[in-house]
């Protein structure tokens, strides 16, 4: 991974002073930005939105101690991605295999909603994600969202509007990249269904087709 850490970044106020109110609200919380998790010579580099406030901020690994990394977790597994079906702490043993997992932005946002201001600040640490990504041989990028779909373009240097969000879309990029999007896997998309397991497993699906040996 590239030397370029947010673990110590305060450079946006309203997020540092949320993080702030969070620690002392919840002293045992990692309640920091929180790092990429997974294999470091990854094929697929999946990225999120943001750390939730009782999963990534309070365990300092992404989707992991909440609902949001159920069915990312179970179907990673499935697929051969993670060693186990479930992230509970860092410090269980689950090891990612050809994955990486990260967010567009690395604090917990009050209501989950970073603002767009906040998803340009911590770009650069995508930026520099992606580009060892890229020279470690990566190929698929997975987006849950349509933030983290704009951020990774916007990251990639691309223009939005040539890539627009739609779930199950893919979207080859100029790099040599295939970009894959999907809704994002949180408990209201979950529970009303607007992501299911299948529809989830068959973006998988099609990643494993085309991307990985």
């Given at each position: ?10 450079q ?26 997974g294999?470091?010579?990854s094929k ?11 999963g ?7 989707f992991?101690?909440?609902?949001a ?18 992230s ?9 295999n050809q994955?990486?997992i ?10 989950n909603?970073p603002?767009?201001d ?10 520099a994600e ?12 997975l ?12 990251a990639l240097?691309?223009?939005l ?20 999007d ?12 607007r ?19």
């Amino acid at each position: 991974m590239s030397s370029m850490q947010p673990m110590d970044c305060r450079q946006c106020d309203r997020l540092a002073k949320f993080l702030d109110t969070v620690k002392t609200r919840y002293p045992d919380y990692y309640a920091k930005p929180v790092p990429a998790f997974g294999d470091e010579k990854s094929k697929l580099l999946i990225i999120g939105l943001a750390p939730g406030m009782h999963g990534a901020n309070r365990t300092g690994r992404p989707f992991t101690g909440d609902y949001a990394g159920v069915l990312l977790y179970q179907t990673l597994h499935k697929f051969g991605f993670a060693s186990h079906h479930e992230s509970i702490s860092v410090d269980d043993d689950l090891v990612l295999n050809q994955c990486r997992i990260t967010n567009a932005v690395k604090c917990l946002p009050p209501e989950n909603k970073p603002k767009p201001d906040e998803v340009r600040q911590c770009e650069p640490y995508l930026v520099a994600e992606l580009d060892t990504f890229i020279t470690t041989g990566g190929k698929a990028l997975l987006v849950l969202g349509t933030v983290a779909h704009q951020a990774a373009l916007k990251a990639l240097g691309l223009k939005l509007k040539e890539f627009p969000f739609g779930h199950g879309a893919v979207h080859v990029l100029s790099n040599g990249l295939i970009l894959y999007d999907s809704y994002h896997c949180s408990r209201y998309n979950t529970q009303t269904k607007r992501l299911t397991t299948a529809m989830f497993e068959q973006v998988f699906e099609r990643i494993k087709k085309d991307q990985i040996d």
